[in-house]
């Protein structure tokens, strides 16, 4: 042992990068103790000082406090078990900046006032219990009396958002919007609405068939992207093939009435914030986006109600 080499405080802070006020400290801590001293009463280390300082560095930048550092480099505990500690304090930190950053992120988008980032952070602490009842009472009241027909359990699960253990900024910000759009009673009540004209389109006999919107965006998909003007007399096959089809799938004639009653299942729908629910709700859970109903439903009425006879005076 008496040949092995000796480094000077000042040889280790060279090899190693670090201050000479840093070694010392840790030497002081009992972290990274000198081997000896030399006959003038310096501080000396052993070989295995290099590799102790740079592990004792290496845990210090990944947040490591020196108490346990010193019991790892001592072999008073294992380091994978104070790895995986760590590492799950990390991921819980990480987690809180991310809602902060989301929070902050829509604060700062909206111009939003104290009042509103109170909410808004509100909204992001709320246990996976409180999000799972704010989400059942917005598809409750939209869905209220169907849940007993076949086909609507499943709709109200594929529109229910679950937010990840471990969200991304993105995903959080969607949560907070898509939670104000829960708790929005105007949106409650034109989904509502919706609901219940697509449940009275259904209530026919024979197979399930598909609804208004469902017939207007694929019948007006071409025209919207040609850019014709749904006024014009080039619409007039476009409008025609869709009170036809939607007039054959319900057994009534294509006339007047009809297309009042296509008219009105169509005004609902005819909201942005729909199809944004949708797209929050894919972000949410890892899912890809749909094509948006909108364009394809304004689309439709401009041009149905250029071609309804005038209100009687």
Same mark, same amino acid.
């Given at each position: #042992?008496?040949?092995?080499?000796?480094?000077?405080?000042?040889?280790?802070?060279r090899?190693?990068?670090?201050?000479?006020?840093?070694?010392r400290?840790y030497?002081?801590?009992g972290?990274?103790?000198?081997?000896d001293?030399?006959?003038?009463?310096y501080?000396?280390?052993?070989?295995?000082?290099?590799?102790?300082?740079?592990?004792?560095?290496?845990?210090?930048?990944?947040?490591?406090?020196?108490?346990?550092?010193?019991?790892?480099? =001592?072999q008073e505990?294992?380091?994978p078990?104070?790895? @995986?500690a760590? %590492?799950e304090?990390?991921?819980?930190?990480?987690r809180?900046?991310?809602?902060r950053?989301?929070?902050?992120?829509? @604060?700062?988008?909206?111009?939003?006032?104290?009042a509103?980032v109170?909410?808004?952070?509100?909204?992001?602490?709320?246990?996976?219990r409180?999000?799972?009842?704010l989400?059942?009472?917005?598809l409750?009241?939209?869905? @209220?009396?169907l849940?007993?027909q076949?086909?609507?359990?499943?709709?109200?699960?594929? #529109?229910?958002?679950?937010? *990840?253990d471990?969200?991304?900024?993105?995903?959080?910000?969607a949560?907070?919007?898509?939670?104000?759009?829960?708790?929005d009673?105007?949106?409650?009540a034109? #989904?509502?609405r919706?609901?219940l004209?697509?449940? @009275?389109?259904h209530?026919?006999?024979?197979?399930?068939? *598909?609804?208004?919107?469902a017939?207007v965006?694929d019948a007006?998909?071409a025209?919207? %992207?040609?850019g014709?003007?749904?006024?014009?007399p080039?619409? &007039?096959p476009?409008?025609?093939?869709?009170?036809?089809?939607y007039?054959?799938?319900h057994g009534?004639?294509?006339?007047?009435?009809l297309?009042?009653?296509?008219?009105?299942?169509?005004?609902?729908? =005819? &909201?942005?914030?729909r199809?944004?629910?949708?797209?929050?709700?894919?972000?949410l859970?890892?899912?890809?986006?749909?094509?948006?109903?909108?364009?394809?439903?304004d689309?439709?009425?401009?041009?149905l109600?250029a071609r #309804?006879p005038?209100p009687?005076r």
């Amino acid at each position: #042992m008496s040949g092995e080499t000796r480094h000077t405080i000042g040889e280790l802070a060279r090899r190693t990068g670090l201050s000479v006020k840093t070694i010392r400290y840790y030497a002081d801590s009992g972290v990274v103790p000198p081997t000896d001293r030399s006959p003038a009463g310096y501080r000396r280390y052993g070989p295995a000082a290099v590799a102790r300082l740079e592990l004792v560095r290496t845990l210090r930048d990944l947040g490591v406090d020196l108490a346990t550092i010193r019991r790892v480099v =001592n072999q008073e505990v294992p380091l994978p078990e104070v790895a @995986a500690a760590h %590492a799950e304090a990390l991921a819980v930190q990480i987690r809180v900046l991310r809602l902060r950053q989301a929070v902050l992120t829509v @604060a700062a988008r909206r111009e939003s006032g104290p009042a509103e980032v109170d909410e808004l952070h509100r909204l992001a602490q709320l246990t996976t219990r409180e999000r799972g009842q704010l989400v059942a009472d917005f598809l409750g009241s939209v869905f @209220a009396g169907l849940s007993d027909q076949p086909a609507y359990p499943g709709v109200m699960v594929s #529109m229910t958002p679950e937010l *990840p253990d471990d969200p991304s900024t993105e995903q959080v910000e969607a949560w907070l919007e898509l939670a104000e759009l829960c708790r929005d009673r105007e949106f409650r009540a034109r #989904m509502r609405r919706l609901v219940l004209q697509h449940a @009275a389109d259904h209530d026919v006999p024979g197979l399930p068939r *598909p609804d208004a919107v469902a017939v207007v965006r694929d019948a007006v998909a071409a025209a919207l %992207a040609a850019g014709l003007d749904p006024t014009s007399p080039d619409a &007039d096959p476009v409008v025609a093939a869709v009170t036809s089809r939607y007039a054959s799938l319900h057994g009534h004639p294509d006339d007047a009435n009809l297309r009042q009653r296509l008219l009105d299942r169509l005004v609902p729908a =005819n &909201d942005p914030r729909r199809d944004r629910y949708l797209d929050l709700l894919a972000v949410l859970n890892g899912w890809s986006t749909g094509d948006a109903t909108v364009p394809a439903v304004d689309w439709f009425i401009r041009a149905l109600r250029a071609r #309804m006879p005038e209100p009687a005076r």
